[in-house]
């Protein structure tokens, strides 16, 4: 019909295992390192990260250009489950770590309900009580949640990483790289 066409292009979808340190933004005013620097510059073009982890959690987080899938493993009503490793001081016992799977209130609002499984407790030497180690599945991720969530029980977290983005994990991605 003497009109030009675009022709049609294939999506891409990367895997990253975010470091602690960076931005989960496209780029920063405050010039703070962002995920889009860990791509290499020709594979940049379009990227946003879905989702977002905060400047001090590592893990898995997806780049696309893809904004049909970005809104559908981001936005809470289609359930895609994000899955975490929490180190937390001390060791919660059972009944608040029952309180945290049945939510907790946030800016008003009551949180999903969440699974958390114990893994492990570590002790340091000198250091009462240890750490213990959960995993902890959300699927609703609210700004800050899980720390807040084990601030609020008393057991602040010390170290977080996301392993899992519903059925997608890979534990062999070393921290800083992408697939």
Not at 97 to 120: E, F, S
Request: aromatic share 6%; proline share 8%; charged share 30%.
């Amino acid at each position: 019909d003497g009109k030009r066409i675009q022709p049609g292009r294939e999506h891409r979808y990367f895997l990253l295992n975010k470091p602690r340190g960076y931005l989960t933004a496209v780029s920063d005013p405050d010039g703070r390192p962002t995920v889009i620097e860990l791509v290499p510059p020709a594979l940049r073009r379009a990227l946003v990260p879905v989702g977002r982890l905060d400047y001090q959690t590592e893990g898995l987080l997806i780049l696309t250009d893809d904004g049909e899938l970005a809104n559908r493993l981001s936005h809470p009503r289609f359930g895609c489950h994000k899955t975490y490793e929490v180190k937390v001081k001390g060791a919660p016992d059972e009944s608040k770590i029952d309180r945290l799977r049945r939510g907790i209130v946030l800016d008003g609002r009551r949180t999903a309900p969440c699974r958390i499984q114990p893994l492990r407790v570590t002790s340091q030497r000198g250091e009462e009580g240890g750490n213990a180690w959960f995993r902890v599945e959300l699927s609703e991720g609210r700004t800050r949640q899980i720390r807040e969530m084990f601030f609020r029980v008393g057991h602040p977290v010390q170290k977080l990483r996301r392993v899992a983005i519903g059925p997608l994990e890979d534990p062999n991605l070393p921290v800083g790289e992408l697939r």
